[in-house]
């Protein structure tokens, strides 16, 4: 089935038609680390893999969580994770491959980091163990930093790259599969792309859109938003903010949609802290507003949306 979300134009920006509001992901878990950011639930909805990291950002380790009959408990550390800095997984539409970033050595025997290469595992069926990372090679990886992978059902492969060389800041590439082999990747047009920054780019399963983030736009809400962009037969359409309803003051990115659910995921650093208070603070009530869960802190969110059956691909 094709499905395509339903967003309504108002006041110049597209809003969520939808009453749902937005709700924290699984805030049991998510609490348990100092920041979590970009998240990837399996095609059956029974795993989900997210990133932890240290206040700093200089740890990165995969998370991954199984649900059982009382939902998403004990998280644990990847498989082939917590040994490099890893992030940003996502996986395939059978669920037997898993692509993420990382920054570990092309040779296992060298114990030296490198640059941002897109890498993946595999496993032989739903309840195997993941096979050791494998670095995809070329065409996607290069000597550049290559990040957020998101692949649409036909294969092609969509992923953010900064290139230095090109004297402009991360731009979004699309690499086609074409008769089992991914061609070299490239840019997506500049009504995607600008001289600032793109990146975190989720293509929809048939390709009818694109969910990405860019940084400090003129018609942003913060320093990061969450911008869609919907694949005509005319092209890309102009990239439209997602409103106020998911977007805040502060960095805002890493999105992900659930069809099964239909529901967006994505990461905020929103800040909802007090900053005034009536009675002079204790110590109990000077906790309680620094773990609170939306503390600027990058935690996990989530809203439903409605959707519209379009008919059979």
Same mark, same amino acid.
């Given at each position: ?18 009453? #749902?509001?937005?709700?924290?992901? /699984? ?90 290469? /897109? ?20 065409? /996607?990886?290069? $000597? ?46 500049? /009504? ?5 920054? $793109? ?31 919907? *694949?005509?037969? &005319?092209?890309?359409? $102009? ?7 998911? *977007? ?9 949609? &659930? ?28 906790? *309680?507003?620094? #773990? ?22």
């Amino acid at each position: 089935m094709r499905y395509i979300l339903i967003f309504l134009m108002l006041v110049n920006s597209y809003s969520i038609e939808s009453q #749902n509001e937005v709700s924290p992901f /699984i805030p049991e878990i998510v609490k348990k680390f100092p920041n979590v950011r970009d998240i990837t639930i399996s095609p059956n909805g029974d795993e989900i893999m997210f990133t932890a990291q240290n206040i700093m950002g200089t740890i990165s380790t995969i998370i991954h969580v199984k649900k059982d009959h009382d939902g998403f408990k004990n998280p644990k550390v990847a498989s082939f994770s917590g040994k490099f800095f890893d992030l940003e997984p996502f996986f395939s539409h059978d669920g037997l491959k898993l692509y993420f970033v990382s920054t570990r050595p092309l040779d296992g025997s060298i114990n030296k980091a490198k640059d941002f290469d /897109i890498w993946y595992v595999e496993r032989q069926t739903i309840s195997s163990n993941w096979s050791e990372a494998k670095n995809m090679g070329n065409p /996607i990886n290069t $000597e550049h930093g290559e990040f957020y992978p998101s692949i649409a059902k036909n294969g092609n492969f969509y992923f953010t790259r900064d290139n230095p060389k090109l004297k402009r800041k991360d731009d979004i590439y699309l690499s086609k599969y074409i008769n089992g082999i991914l061609t070299e990747p490239k840019a997506l047009p500049n /009504i995607i792309n600008s001289d600032g920054y $793109e990146y975190n780019a989720f293509i929809s399963p048939d390709e009818s859109f694109l969910i990405y983030g860019c940084y400090n736009r003129k018609d942003g809400l913060g320093s990061g938003d969450l911008y869609i962009s919907f *694949n005509t037969k &005319d092209g890309w359409t $102009e990239a439209k903010n997602l409103g106020n309803k998911i *977007n805040s003051t502060k960095m805002d990115y890493c999105p992900f949609v &659930d069809f099964k659910t239909n529901t967006l995921y994505y990461t905020s650093k929103q800040d909802n802290s007090k900053t005034v208070f009536k009675n002079p603070l204790t110590i109990e009530t000077l906790l *309680n507003e620094f #773990n609170k869960y939306d503390n600027g802190l990058s935690r996990l969110y989530k809203i439903k949306l409605d959707k519209t059956t379009t008919g059979k691909l």
